[in-house]
């Protein structure tokens, strides 16, 4: 594959946007950084001629947005998938600057789907949606005034995206990496297991399974490895019957 079109493999992901005109400039943005993946998560109001009027030269991109109702859809087939956000979080994994960041998103490219996670202009990403991505990554703003545009922000991660796609030499693509749903479902199936081990009581343990999901999401699991542990749960549930 040509290494600009490991950016076909990247989508943009704009969650329960509020503003039709943030829409269609974060569309600019993407367009002029060879991106044409467009994702909206119950998007307040699309489509809109607002976001058509501040889209300018990109309706192509505008138009063949997909709007899906939660972000475990717009996360489906993916390999990979960044969550910007401008807070530290307990129990996420390390933040990562857009220039860490740019090159394992392009390097995952390689093996299949990749998405960039934006979150609402007022409040960001829920801490269950960076939960469902593998990596937070976080732009170095002024701390003094580090409020930035929700189409600025697309426009500042996808020209990290383009340098890395660009770059002369690629880091080498992960073997099998696996998939979002085969994620969600190894969590789904140890969450089914923990409970009937009476080791998880989702009453008592709030904080239980997102520390598991740190703990998995340093390791960067991959399609066989998921298997092995889907086994392992398997046969832990046979005993336990």
């Given at each position: ?5 490991l950016l076909d493999r990247i989508r943009v992901v704009l969650t329960r946007t509020s ?161 979002f749903e085969d994620i969600e479902g190894f969590y789904a199936h140890l969450e089914e ?49």
């Amino acid at each position: 594959m040509p290494q600009s079109g490991l950016l076909d493999r990247i989508r943009v992901v704009l969650t329960r946007t509020s503003h039709p005109g943030n829409i269609g400039a974060a569309a600019r943005a993407m367009k002029t950084m060879g991106l044409t993946r467009l994702v909206l998560v119950a998007p307040e109001s699309f489509p809109d001629p607002v976001a058509d009027a501040r889209a300018s030269g990109a309706l192509d991109v505008l138009h063949a947005a997909r709007v899906v109702a939660t972000l475990e859809e717009a996360l489906e087939g993916t390999v990979m998938s960044a969550a910007l956000t401008a807070r530290r979080r307990e129990l996420s994994v390390p933040l990562a600057l857009p220039r860490e960041a740019a090159p394992e998103l392009v390097r995952h490219a390689q093996a299949g789907e990749v998405a960039l996670v934006f979150g609402t202009e007022s409040s960001g990403l829920s801490n269950e949606d960076v939960a469902l991505c593998t990596l937070p990554v976080t732009i170095p703003a002024n701390p003094a005034y580090s409020s930035l545009n929700l189409a600025s922000a697309v426009q500042l991660l996808c020209y990290e995206l383009r340098l890395a796609a660009l770059a002369p030499e690629l880091s080498e693509a992960p073997t099998e990496a696996a998939r979002f749903e085969d994620i969600e479902g190894f969590y789904a199936h140890l969450e089914e297991v923990m409970r009937a081990a009476e080791f998880y009581d989702p009453a008592t343990s709030k904080r239980l399974l997102p520390r598991v999901r740190r703990l998995f999401g340093r390791v960067r699991l991959e399609r066989d490895e998921i298997n092995i542990l889907r086994g392992l749960l398997a046969a832990l549930q046979r005993k336990l019957d």
